[in-house]
């Protein structure tokens, strides 16, 4: 599945607007992460244990669209955004949509 932030994919000619597909996950933080990322704040830099739970939940917000884009027979997903919003104090969530197109083959 062909998954792109532009409107436009070079090389490819989209014969069919097939409607907005979404994905999102909503993950807590573990009170371990906040142990480790609150003495990290102390000294600066990356706090890499809020980097992974992220990476990994952005992949699990993808995957998820792109399940909804294969369900309507699309090839790809143009124009995708991430959005991200906080729900309470110790979560957050991060939705990603797009358009699922049909392509030329």
Same mark, same amino acid.
């Given at each position: 599945?062909?998954?792109?932030?532009?409107?436009?994919?070079?090389?490819?000619?989209? %014969? !069919?607007?097939?409607?907005?597909?979404?994905?999102?996950?909503?993950?807590? !933080?573990?009170?371990?992460?906040?142990?480790?990322?609150?003495?990290?704040?102390?000294?600066?830099?990356?706090?890499?244990?809020?980097?992974?739970?992220?990476?990994? %939940?952005?992949?699990?917000?993808?995957?998820?669209?792109?399940?909804?884009? !294969?369900?309507?027979?699309?090839?790809?997903?143009?124009?995708?955004?991430?959005?991200?919003?906080?729900?309470?104090?110790?979560?957050?969530?991060?939705?990603?949509?797009? %358009?699922?197109?049909?392509?030329?083959?």
């Amino acid at each position: 599945m062909i998954v792109v932030s532009s409107d436009l994919i070079p090389g490819k000619h989209i %014969t !069919r607007t097939l409607g907005m597909v979404k994905g999102n996950a909503v993950r807590a !933080r573990p009170i371990f992460r906040d142990i480790m990322a609150f003495v990290r704040t102390l000294v600066g830099g990356e706090i890499p244990e809020y980097t992974k739970m992220l990476a990994e %939940t952005r992949e699990q917000a993808l995957d998820r669209m792109m399940e909804e884009a !294969r369900s309507l027979g699309a090839d790809a997903v143009v124009a995708t955004r991430f959005v991200t919003a906080q729900t309470m104090s110790s979560a957050a969530e991060l939705l990603v949509y797009g %358009t699922a197109v049909k392509l030329e083959h």
